[in-house]
């Protein structure tokens, strides 16, 4: 009997430590689904009104070289590179000014590249708006994981560096340059004129699908009600339209687009 009694009170005593377990596993369920409704609940809220947004993008894609010799029968490239200018002009969803839609803070990061080249070296830099479709390249201006711009409202700001006014009045501008596509590389044709753009791709037999490269980042706004809010981007490095692409020298691609920054604090 006490045997019988003893293994009784351990399957009660089992059964009851099961109970237990049960009745936690369902009390953390319901409220996991709680917290996971609130803040969904919260998010839809907080962005039920969008602030901010980009609503056009424009890029352009070119190609330039470095020369180390030149003769009549022939010249070599030192550093053939192709680079693609992109303006990603952000806009407040808001007509009125106000410490809503007025920029704080803003901060580029995440940068990925998602394809890469099979030739090359890529890098991402800041560039002037004035600049833009131009070759040139500041080495200063690279981007190392991540890019702070300064915010100003002075009526005139020194764009070589990264600065956004406060009123969103000049796009973000950025330069992605895939350099070394060729190096020491000697063309043998110099029939035709030698042009320092896109066109030197195709003397140097470089394959367009060569140089496909996705790239995508994140941007991050902070309002002076110190809301904060983020949209990610990716872009395709245009090479190809419907009818010309940068063999023809280069090609623009302007895009309107309505990408939200959603807020998440």
């Given at each position: 009997?006490?045997?019988?009694?003893?293994?009784?009170?351990?399957?009660?005593?089992?059964?009851?430590?099961?109970?237990?377990?049960?009745?936690?596993?369902?009390?953390?369920?319901?409220?996991?689904?709680?917290?996971?409704?609130?803040?969904?609940?919260?998010?839809?809220?907080?962005?039920?009104?969008?602030?901010?947004?980009?609503?056009?993008?424009?890029?352009?894609?070119?190609?330039?070289?470095?020369?180390?010799?030149?003769?009549?029968?022939?010249?070599?490239?030192?550093?053939?590179?192709?680079?693609?200018?992109?303006?990603?002009?952000?806009?407040?969803?808001?007509?009125?000014?106000?410490?809503?839609?007025?920029?704080?803070?803003?901060?580029?990061?995440?940068?990925?590249?998602?394809?890469?080249?099979?030739?090359?070296?890529?890098?991402?830099?800041?560039?002037?708006?004035?600049?833009?479709?131009?070759?040139?390249?500041?080495?200063?201006?690279?981007?190392?994981?991540?890019?702070?711009?300064?915010?100003?409202?002075?009526?005139?700001?020194?764009?070589?560096?990264?600065?956004?006014?406060?009123?969103?009045?000049?796009?973000?501008?950025?330069?992605?340059?895939?350099?070394?596509?060729?190096?020491?590389?000697?063309?043998?044709?110099?029939?035709?004129?030698?042009?320092?753009?896109?066109?030197?791709?195709?003397?140097?037999?470089?394959?367009?699908?060569?140089?496909?490269?996705?790239l995508s980042f994140d941007i991050y706004i902070t309002n002076y009600l110190d809301q904060e809010f983020k949209c990610s981007i990716s872009v395709d490095i245009p090479l190809n339209l419907d009818d010309k692409s940068i063999y023809d020298g280069s090609i623009t691609l302007k895009k309107d687009t309505n990408l939200i920054f959603?807020?998440?604090?």
């Open positions: 009997m006490n045997k019988k009694k003893l293994i009784l009170t351990i399957v009660t005593v089992f059964l009851f430590l099961i109970l237990i377990l049960l009745t936690y596993l369902l009390f953390h369920k319901l409220v996991m689904k709680k917290s996971f409704e609130d803040d969904a609940l919260s998010f839809s809220i907080k962005n039920e009104n969008p602030i901010f947004a980009i609503d056009k993008i424009i890029l352009f894609s070119g190609c330039d070289a470095k020369n180390k010799s030149l003769s009549y029968t022939n010249f070599t490239l030192e550093n053939l590179y192709q680079y693609t200018d992109m303006a990603f002009f952000i806009k407040s969803l808001s007509d009125e000014k106000n410490s809503e839609n007025t920029l704080k803070k803003l901060v580029l990061s995440n940068i990925k590249y998602n394809s890469s080249p099979s030739c090359g070296e890529i890098q991402l830099y800041y560039k002037n708006i004035n600049n833009f479709s131009k070759s040139d390249i500041l080495e200063e201006n690279l981007i190392n994981n991540k890019l702070n711009f300064e915010i100003t409202s002075d009526d005139e700001a020194n764009l070589d560096k990264p600065i956004l006014y406060n009123n969103l009045a000049n796009p973000i501008v950025l330069s992605y340059v895939n350099s070394n596509i060729k190096t020491d590389y000697t063309i043998t044709d110099t029939s035709s004129p030698i042009t320092y753009d896109g066109s030197l791709l195709k003397k140097c037999n470089v394959s367009l699908e060569s140089l496909a490269c996705n959603y807020r998440y604090k």
